[in-house]
């Protein structure tokens, strides 16, 4: 039996490394980074198929019994290979849990799929289609850039970043 030790020296960063298997190839997931091994050159190098979502701690990667890539982060994305074996991407119907760091993921031969999150359990079954093109109210109180509010100019922001009226200054003759 050989064991051997996989740092720096072969191009992987210090600190946590997760190792996941897609279609027969490992990859490593850092904090920063998804590696591959080059067998070639005997080093790991950068792999940016799966980066599609941003890094919450690392990736977590996982390949579903249809051959599907979960990829999770901050955030998630769905892999579909292509005959040029590039993927096609889903996001959007993710996008509500974007602000969840995912932790792990378990997918079911049925279609289920279970997410771990910081806050609890995520639930999504592939099986039934989703109509994330549905429009949704949204009720804005406050965009600041900086210092700016960016809505009436500046002018209008009240306390508790609640908006008010802008004030409409009329001129006075005398």
């Not at 890094?55 to 955030?75: C, F, I, T, Y």
């Amino acid at each position: 039996m050989q064991v051997e030790r996989f740092g720096p020296e072969k191009g992987l960063p210090e600190g946590y490394v997760g190792v996941y298997e897609i279609n027969g190839v490992p990859y490593f997931s850092t904090l920063d980074n998804i590696y591959r091994f080059d067998t070639g050159s005997q080093r790991f190098v950068v792999d940016s198929t799966f980066k599609v979502v941003h890094s919450a701690a690392g990736w977590v990667l996982n390949e579903d019994n249809r051959g599907r890539v979960w990829v999770l982060g901050k955030g998630m994305a769905l892999g579909t290979r292509q005959a040029d074996d590039s993927y096609q991407w889903l996001k959007a119907p993710f996008r509500r849990f974007s602000d969840e760091i995912l932790q792990t993921v378990y997918s079911e031969e049925n279609g289920v799929v279970w997410f771990g999150t910081a806050n609890g359990l995520i639930r999504y079954d592939s099986n039934r289609e989703m109509n994330d093109a549905v429009d949704y109210p949204a009720l804005v109180w406050r965009v600041v850039v900086g210092e700016d509010s960016l809505i009436f100019g500046g002018a209008g922001t009240g306390r508790g970043g609640r908006l008010s009226a802008p004030t409409m200054h009329t001129p006075t003759t005398t």
